[in-house]
């Protein structure tokens, strides 16, 4: 599928993904049809998270570094299935990528980019007031949702960049157990029906993370 998520690299250590309650399979932790790959920060770098996405048929999106890193592949090895198909979660309840954030601060210019590289922005919401006034617009990446958030007005001309990811978990409770005081007491979403918590800094995996409850 043109478009689909296929791989978001993230400084850190593998370790600090299975410490969590994630099942790894070479070097990578699969979920859904996506994976996570760690990687080393660049010499000199002192910049943590999201460091590249691989999406299928894609090489160019206003400026989000799509680059693969020596070594990877572009598609992820086939996740390992039930027998009816479905991709197991992980020890920790989670089965799937909910969505990605990248951030901008020009939202029009970047929703061009997304959609001179087939992407259709599915939704747009408005956040805050005044100075604080942002703007959420909403894309698929195959089956994960990109959340591109800037501000109302244009401030600059920098590039995009990859920000955070939320995951969907089966069962909060459960994840809550598995990361221990490594996660933030579970709240209501912004979404009617679910739930979120957030993976505090202390479980040293780099990138900003969500866990959340499935839609319905």
Aim: aromatic content about 6%.
């Amino acid at each position: 599928m043109t478009g689909q998520l296929v791989a978001v690299h993230v400084t850190g250590k593998l370790t600090h993904w299975q410490a969590c309650g994630f099942a790894t399979r070479d070097s990578c932790v699969p979920i859904g049809q996506s994976e996570i790959r760690t990687v080393t920060a660049s010499s000199g770098d002192a910049s943590t998270g999201v460091v590249s996405v691989a999406l299928d048929g894609v090489d160019d999106l206003d400026g989000l570094d799509l680059a693969m890193h020596a070594g990877q592949s572009a598609v992820p090895a086939e996740p390992t299935r039930s027998r009816d198909g479905a991709v197991p979660e992980h020890p920790n309840g989670v089965f799937a990528i909910d969505h990605i954030v990248a951030t901008t601060p020009d939202v029009s210019r970047t929703t061009q980019a997304f959609e001179r590289a087939g992407f259709e922005a599915r939704r747009v919401r408005s956040i805050g007031e005044g100075s604080d006034a942002r703007v959420q617009t909403f894309f698929w990446f195959g089956d994960v949702i990109c959340e591109l958030v800037g501000p109302a007005q244009p401030t600059g001309d920098e590039p995009a960049q990859w920000w955070g990811i939320a995951l969907t978990t089966s069962n909060l409770r459960r994840s809550a157990t598995a990361f221990g005081d490594h996660l933030s007491p579970i709240r209501p979403a912004v979404q009617a029906g679910r739930e979120v918590a957030t993976v505090r800094r202390s479980a040293q995996l780099d990138v900003p993370l969500l866990l959340i409850s499935p839609h319905g």
